[in-house]
């Protein structure tokens, strides 16, 4: 089982539009937590950072929920610039500060 | 000019061969990592180095082999390549001493093994 699951995606969203993006881990040894975004053949780049009392960089709002493992992603009046692969990361003690990964989930804006 | 830097970019080469794949960085940092992405399956560690003396195994370093030969420089081998390391590598970087543990990605390098 892989260490940090993701919904499958695509979301194909009209812009102006409320998206909502989950993610699960699996360690509770887990003690860092983030989104990265990709776009399409481009590196990840850190959108931000996730604590467990929430928190917001403009119209985007990110979650912690420990005791369920669990990580989201909300965007708001969603742009058509803010289609992108969006990464749930974890960062699991003991593991060297390395990165694990979900697989991504696309998302497309459109007109 | 960009901080964290790969060569080469796109690479194509036969079964069996031995390539290299560099990465520089001016970033400063202590901690580098090597990354491979494949389609379905995201980003894996590879191996990763928090000094110049420091090497660690990630969760695929099987078939690959790494050298940090500078604190900006951290080089990863394919001895003998095979067509199922085709993929995206990604090195990255990241401080010791950010409270973020933010790291920070080369371009990649696209890797073909036919």
């Known amino acids: 089982r892989k260490e940090v699951e993701q919904d499958p995606g695509p979301f194909n969203v009209p812009e102006g539009a409320t998206v909502a993006f989950n993610c699960t881990y699996s360690?509770?040894?887990?003690?860092?937590f983030f989104w990265y975004r990709q776009d399409c053949r481009k590196e990840p780049k850190l959108l931000m950072s996730v604590y467990s009392s929430g928190n917001e960089d403009g119209r985007f709002t990110a979650q912690l929920n420990r005791a369920s493992q669990y990580i989201s992603l909300l965007i708001r009046d969603s742009k058509l610039s803010d289609s992108a692969t969006y990464l749930c990361?974890?960062?699991?003690?003991?593991?060297?500060?390395?990165?694990?990964f979900g697989k991504g989930t696309s998302l497309l804006v459109t007109p | 000019d960009a901080d964290v830097t790969q060569t080469p970019r796109n690479r194509i080469t036969k079964t069996g061969k031995r390539i290299m794949l560099e990465c520089s960085q001016t970033?400063?940092?202590?901690?580098m990592y090597w990354y491979r992405q494949d389609p379905g399956l995201g980003l894996r560690l590879i191996y990763y180095?928090?000094?110049?003396?420091?090497?660690n195994k990630g969760e695929i370093s099987d078939g690959y082999s790494v050298s940090r030969q500078a604190q900006a420089k951290f080089s990863l081998s394919l001895e003998s390549a095979i067509p199922n390391q085709t993929a995206l590598y990604f090195c990255?970087?990241?401080?010791?001493?950010?409270?973020?543990?933010?790291?920070?990605f080369g371009p990649g390098t696209r890797l073909t093994v036919l």
């Open positions: 990361v974890v960062i699991i003690t003991n593991s060297g500060y390395a990165l694990n």
């Open positions: 970033k400063g940092h202590d901690r």
């Open positions: 990255a970087t990241s401080d010791f001493g950010s409270s973020y543990n933010e790291q920070f």
């Open positions: 360690n509770s040894a887990s003690q860092s």
């Open positions: 180095s928090f000094d110049v003396k420091d090497i």
